[in-house]
């Protein structure tokens, strides 16, 4: 294989209100956009072209990717103006594809190690993992080494095998497309017709990221793979332990202590006596006042947090302020999301550019908008559009 196709057109509804102003390829993790990893990993492989199909606030993506050099890859730009699925994604990308290929969304986390033994493989094949919630995604039955069928979100699973969305085809596939509009469904069509698509099996790091509390365990297994560089000025008395990087021209100012895995982006001032404890990512330009504590969160560029907060499994996306004395912890809550109502363990999904006054108080599980005002000594229980 020496091409890749990769599907960024998608928005990624359910993640709202992190993906309103972006595409979801470029949500944050470990303060990196999810693209980069999948454009690393194909690099690593030894994939040098490939084609990108955009749509959704696609201008970010051509400022964040560019002609690919940063990855030794040269990127061919497809437009997909009307959203229809992956496999009209796929067709727009005809005449650009190679006689073999493989195909890959460009909004799920994989590294180079998942797709090794992917490569050289010859088409057609479908790279399928084993998860614990296999409902959540589509189900592949397979026999004989062969896919039988993949049936999206069942509401019973008759297998714990997912569909990752990566696939090894030939332009054959283009001619079975038509007006079809995802993918899973022309390979069910394809199957029925005689095809035979292979199923290989991998063990390594494949991560969708559905919902806003995806961020947050994705952001963790990145974080676990990190090492440790300070390109900042640590004071005197700071506590560094673990595996922690910190960016260009940021100040950790003294009787701090930060443990790993933790990423600091470039130009942020955090302390004095602050704590920032594991599975924490924090971007560019943030300021993190005295005595107050981060764990478990992503925190966006340009945000301003303010002295005594206490911030646990929560996302904050860039721009906002925070004036000081937050609570916002993890916590049991059913949160209810485009129709769907799941438990999850999660503290607050905060949009971008809001702010919040002193000695607010967001309950677990409460998603607040973009661009929303809360005053001070609020009580947030319920989501805020």
């Known amino acids: 294989m020496q091409q890749a196709i990769i599907l960024a057109a998608g928005e990624g509804q359910r993640l709202r209100p992190f993906t309103v102003n972006r595409p979801k390829t470029m949500l944050s993790i470990a303060a990196r956009p999810i693209l980069h990893y999948v454009l690393e990993a194909l690099s690593r492989g030894g994939i040098r072209n490939v084609v990108l199909v955009v749509g959704y606030r696609k201008e970010q993506i051509f400022d964040a990717v560019g002609s690919g050099d940063n990855w030794g890859v040269n990127i061919t730009y497809v437009t997909q103006e009307k959203r229809l699925g992956t496999a009209q994604a796929l067709l727009l990308a005809a005449a650009a594809a190679d006689d073999e290929f493989l195909v890959l969304p460009g909004d799920n986390l994989i590294t180079a190690e998942t797709i090794a033994g992917f490569i050289p493989e010859r088409p057609e094949a479908v790279l399928v993992k084993k998860v614990t919630e296999p409902s959540q995604y589509g189900v592949v039955t397979v026999g004989q080494g062969s896919v039988l069928r993949i049936e999206e979100k069942p509401r019973l699973a008759g297998s714990n095998l997912v569909n990752t969305g990566i696939y090894a085809f030939n332009r054959d596939i283009f001619d079975h497309i038509g007006s079809t509009l995802d993918i899973p469904d022309v390979l069910n069509a394809m199957i029925a017709r005689g095809h035979q698509f292979k199923a290989r099996e991998t063990d390594g790091i494949w991560l969708d990221v559905?919902?806003?509390?995806?961020?947050?365990?994705?952001?963790?297994?990145?974080?676990?793979?990190?090492?440790?560089?300070?390109?900042?000025?640590?004071?005197?008395?700071?506590?560094?332990?673990?595996?922690?990087s910190v960016g260009r021209d940021t100040v950790i100012r003294s009787n701090s202590y930060v443990m790993g895995p933790v990423v600091i982006g470039s130009g942020c001032d955090i302390g004095p006596n602050a704590c920032i404890l594991p599975a924490t990512s924090i971007g560019d330009n943030v300021v993190v006042g005295s005595f107050t504590q981060i764990k478990g969160s992503v925190i966006g560029d340009d945000v301003n947090i303010g002295a005594g907060c206490i911030i646990e499994g929560t996302v904050i996306d860039q721009g906002g302020i925070i004036r000081g004395h937050l609570s916002a912890v993890s916590g049991e809550r059913e949160v209810?999301?485009?129709?769907?109502?799941?438990?999850?363990?999660?503290?607050?999904?905060?949009?971008?550019?809001?702010?919040?006054?002193?000695?607010?108080?967001?309950?677990?599980g409460v998603i607040i908008g973009n661009n929303c005002r809360v005053n001070a000594m609020n009580l947030v229980g319920e989501n805020i559009p």
């Open 210 to 244: 559905v919902y806003p509390w995806d961020i947050l365990s994705l952001n963790d297994q990145v974080l676990r793979g990190i090492t440790t560089s300070i390109g900042g000025s640590v004071e005197r008395g700071v506590s560094l332990k673990g595996q922690v």
């Open 336 to 364: 209810k999301v485009n129709g769907e109502t799941r438990p999850v363990n999660v503290g607050a999904m905060i949009g971008e550019g809001c702010y919040l006054g002193v000695n607010v108080v967001v309950q677990p």
